[in-house]
């Protein structure tokens, strides 16, 4: 059964730093990966996808990078904002007993302060 | 393009009633789940539809819960009776396809049952 862990659980940093969330799946026969973002009372809102063949995404201040056959994903995020402030979601698309489902990880929840 | 859209937005009912939550997928879309969220068990996918056809309801977590998609723009996601601990954030969520596509959340329905 596939698991997802993100490390850490809570990060705590001042404007402007660099940081970098992990994200690690127990079973590397994904399809994609996928980094959410979601805000206090909101929904899920998608980031970046990376295929299986794909080694990272990019969308302006974020980068996501995949090493599939380590089971490691990293959301990398450049000159950090008080609105970026969130929780950060990552989730596997498997095969198998899971074709089709996304399995999340519990996330890491970002503050951000001025 | 209008997103997912859910319906109702909150939900306050007692126990013993009938709840019906509502979701459009994005249009052109052909999977579409259900999800549950809270502060102790996180996300959990309840059941997704490919094709209109529901593929894994294995997350469903009672015959209390049942969920209907009768045509590709229109979901349904019923709780009979609510019991106090399916008080919850239920998510719908969109994809193009089964594998190869980003997933898209609606806002929720926060659902309470006193």
């Known amino acids: 059964k596939q698991e997802v862990t993100q490390i850490p659980a809570a990060l705590s940093v001042p404007e402007g730093e660099n940081l970098v969330l992990n994200c690690s799946f127990t079973d590397s026969a994904i399809y994609n990966l996928q980094w959410f973002r979601q805000d206090p009372g909101k929904g899920l809102t998608s980031l970046l996808l990376i295929q299986s063949s794909q080694r990272e995404q990019t969308s302006g201040r974020l980068n996501a990078s995949l090493d599939k056959s380590s089971g490691r994903s990293t959301l990398y995020i450049a000159a950090s904002q008080p609105g970026d402030s969130a929780t950060y979601l990552c989730a596997v698309l498997g095969g198998g007993t899971s074709y089709g489902k996304l399995t999340f990880g519990q996330g890491t929840i970002l503050t951000v302060h001025p | 393009d209008a997103g997912v859209i859910q319906s109702p937005r909150h939900e306050v009912t007692e126990m013993g009633q009938e709840v019906t939550l509502r979701c459009k997928p994005i249009?052109?879309?052909?999977?579409l789940f259900w999800y549950r969220q809270t502060m102790m068990r996180g996300l959990e996918l309840l059941i997704y539809?490919?094709?209109?056809?529901?593929?894994?309801d294995s997350g469903m977590p009672e015959d209390r819960f049942s969920a209907k998609m009768p045509n590709a723009s229109f979901s349904t996601l019923k709780i009979q009776p609510s019991e106090p601990r399916d008080s919850a954030v239920y998510f719908c969520a969109s994809r193009r396809d089964q594998m190869y596509h980003e997933q898209y959340f609606g806002p929720g329905t926060r659902l309470t049952v006193t």
């Open positions: 539809f490919n094709n209109n056809v529901p593929i894994d």
């Open positions: 249009s052109g879309h052909n999977s």
